[in-house]
């Protein structure tokens, strides 16, 4: 990467001033840093047994898809359901994908005409808290959702379990995560439109919480209307990250003053905060009612790895352009391609005008709906749009595995008003195939982390250098013949554990009807989507 | 981390917080007060920076969302709609006033690439978004900015 000449004026002196003047007035204290040491041995500790991250907004991905398409693999003898007088809580399906764990829950409260406000309490791993990771969908803070009353009395989620790549150990470990329920008499009202925009709206009754990197929200303990946001599937998540005893508890000088801010987001070195439902509790907004948890073991052989390791085909044409997709993968939730498009007459010389309105990007879409992630690849160096290309692609989302002929290529557009990338056009039809050698092979090679050096549950795969294409370079003159970079082979890696078993096909694990016991929680109103 | 090493480590990077908070911001006065603001929450929240190599990303995030703070308490007033390329303040660039004719979200994005050198990955940390996010908006936001460049060029 070439940076750039700093265009910026020198800074202001009033600027350094106020740095200044800023330091000058910070206290020295002795006790801060001791707090400080002693919470980050604690927290080396917690690293050791897990660093995860878990994306806030698990509707994200579809709170009911996974438990109508993964399959049932056993280990029923686990304790997924903690339900009494109305108020239950599941862990209905796991896939955990080495790197990656994602488990559906299902969340209950009593059909009695009341509106509750229930969210996940901070999740334990081996009886450390998990310590979650803001860079995923973290754009919202998951803190509570409204039920009962005139919301569903039962809703389903995805929580994706996102881990850090070095230090996961993967096996003999224990996910605790408990659902605290809160009963709340005041009406909900939808978080204005121009809300994200910073539309100008009275704020002197709000309240706003310092959030480390996420999206501020706010709330309004002294009205007498709670703000939600409304996702696709229709429960309101509310928007209660913001309120003061948060704030006071964030600034006490006491970290045990903070022990109801159970939920905390961030990894090595981002910033914790805190947003839970706990918190609740001592904002008159609601009052506790009900805690239940379930306890998810987690070993190494319950790890699923690839469903697919190649296509059945895996060149197509698209007007005028042959479109080639190398190093393809599939897992439940993730497809990873490095794909090529390029014109037959060969790509013409960079003029420095890139259409970027016409091949932005390559993408998959699964069922019509593009796969998070997709906006890779590009054409900055390409004359008139007419190459695309997406390197070590990485899309993230819900793969319907018994929808295998819906994931599809597609040519994508960005959309100015919506600031997003929409499906342009439907270019292929992918067919995953498991190439079983490959996939053996693989295996033999696959490393349980040990170190801090490489992804856990998962062998390196090819890379790929450079990151454009060969023919990105424009050449003077006339126009050139596209080729592809050339690919490093596989790096191995040492066994310094056992390899996981080889079987391919992803296990999953997913309560007995019995066990999860919905039914038997004496509910009579669904929830939409459910 | 000792007072002293947050003092001059803020010191270290000013130069890079004035100008992460001036792509943010367009008025001196927020710049001031949002870095003010940043470093006293950064101080109170010390405690949860585990790593100390990540100082500097971390402060950038804070300041970041400080200044989304400030721009959502005052958004900036849409410019009027001119055939006329204003002449640059003294000590602007072109290359600054192609920046600020840039969306936000671009601008924040290259700046933090091109400028402070900063890799997709840490981006996406400090902005809090995905890395297909980050590197879409560096495609659209070159493109864009070639595009106010040429305009620029051919309006002086």
Redesign the interface.
């Known amino acids: 990467m070439k940076r750039w000449k700093d265009p910026f004026p020198p800074t202001p002196q009033a600027f350094h001033n106020r740095v200044e003047q800023t330091l000058r007035g910070l206290e020295d204290t002795d006790m801060r840093e001791n707090r400080h040491y002693k919470k980050l041995t604690a927290l080396l500790v917690a690293a050791l047994v897990a660093l995860l991250a878990i994306g806030a907004v698990a509707a994200v991905i579809g709170s009911n898809r996974l438990k109508q398409d993964l399959t049932d693999a056993g280990a029923n003898d686990l304790d997924l359901v903690d339900a009494a007088d109305g108020f239950g809580f599941s862990i209905d399906e796991v896939v955990w994908e080495g790197q990656e764990l994602y488990l559906s829950y299902t969340l209950a409260v009593p059909d009695d005409g009341n509106t509750y406000l229930v969210g996940l309490m901070e999740p334990t791993i081996n009886g450390e808290p998990v310590n979650y990771r803001s860079s995923r969908y973290l754009d919202r803070s998951f803190v509570a959702m409204a039920m009962g009353g005139d919301y569903p009395v039962t809703h389903t989620f995805v929580l994706p379990v996102l881990a850090d790549s070095r230090e996961l150990e993967l096996r003999d470990l224990k996910l605790d995560v408990r659902a605290a329920f809160f009963r709340t008499d005041r009406p909900f009202e939808y978080v204005p439109d121009f809300y994200e925009e910073g539309g100008m709206y009275d704020t002197s009754e709000a309240m706003t919480l310092w959030t480390g990197g996420i999206v501020q929200q706010r709330v309004f303990p002294t009205a007498d209307t709670l703000y939600y946001w409304d996702e696709d599937d229709g429960v309101p998540l509310l928007a209660l990250d913001i309120f003061q005893p948060v704030l006071e508890a964030m600034a006490a000088e006491d970290a045990e003053a903070k022990g109801h801010i159970a939920i905390t987001y961030g990894s090595d070195g981002w910033p914790q905060i805190g947003l839970a439902p706990a918190g609740l509790d001592s904002t008159g907004i609601a009052s506790l009612v009900a805690e239940r948890s379930v306890a998810l073991p987690l070993n190494a052989d319950m790890v699923s790895h690839d469903l697919y390791n190649g296509l059945a085909e895996n060149t197509f044409r698209y007007d005028g352009m042959t479109i080639t997709v190398e190093n393809f993968r599939m897992t439940h939730f993730t497809i990873e391609a490095d794909i090529w498009m390029l014109p037959d007459e060969g790509v013409p010389e960079n003029d420095g005008e890139v259409d970027f309105d016409r091949f932005p990007t390559l993408c998959v879409c699964v069922n019509g709906e593009l796969m998070l992630g997709s906006a890779w690849g590009g054409t900055d160096t390409m004359a008139d749009g007419v190459l695309a290309y997406c390197e070590d692609c990485l899309y993230d989302g819900y793969v319907p595995l018994g929808n295998l002929e819906k994931v599809e290529l597609a040519v994508c557009t960005y959309d100015a008003e919506v600031e997003d990338i929409v499906i342009d056009e439907v270019v292929a039809k992918l067919t995953p195939v498991l190439d079983e050698t490959a996939a053996e092979e693989e295996a033999a090679a696959l490393v349980m982390p040990t170190s801090p050096s490489g992804p856990p549950g998962r062998a390196p795969t090819t890379t790929s250098t450079p990151s454009v294409p060969a023919c990105a370079t424009p050449s003077s003159g006339t126009s050139q013949t596209p080729s592809r970079p050339a690919k490093s082979p596989a790096p191995s890696a040492p066994a310094a554990n056992p390899p996981l078993p080889s079987g391919r096909r992803a296990r999953t694990y997913r309560a007995s009807e019995t066990e999860r016991g919905i039914r038997g929680w004496g509910l009579t109103k669904t929830s939409s989507g459910v | 981390?000792?007072?002293a090493d947050?003092?001059q480590r803020?010191?270290a990077c000013?130069?890079r917080?004035?100008?992460v908070a001036?792509t943010m911001l367009p008025q001196?006065s927020d710049?001031?007060d949002a870095?003010?603001e940043a470093?006293?929450?950064a101080?109170?929240?010390?405690?949860?920076?585990?790593?100390?190599?990540?100082?500097e990303?971390?402060l950038m995030?804070?300041l970041i969302?400080q200044c989304?703070?400030f721009?959502?308490?005052r958004?900036p007033a849409p410019a009027e709609l001119t055939e006329d390329i204003p002449q640059p303040e003294p000590?602007?660039?072109p290359?600054?006033d192609a920046?600020d004719a840039l969306p936000r979200?671009l601008r924040v994005t290259l700046e933090l690439?091109?400028?402070e050198?900063y890799?997709i990955?840490e981006i996406?940390?400090?902005l809090?978004?995905?890395?297909?996010?980050v590197?879409?908006q560096l495609?659209?936001g070159?493109?864009r900015l070639?595009q106010e460049l040429k305009r620029e060029e051919a309006c002086r």
């Open positions: 981390m000792l007072q947050f003092i803020v010191r000013e130069r917080l004035y100008r001036r001196e710049c001031e870095v003010q470093l006293l929450r101080w109170d929240r010390l405690d949860t920076l585990r790593q100390e190599a990540y100082f990303t971390w995030r804070i969302n989304k703070t721009y959502r308490r958004p000590g602007r660039t290359l600054l920046l979200k690439h091109y400028i050198g890799g990955r996406a940390r400090i809090g978004v995905p890395e297909g996010t590197k879409w495609n659209r070159r493109a070639k």
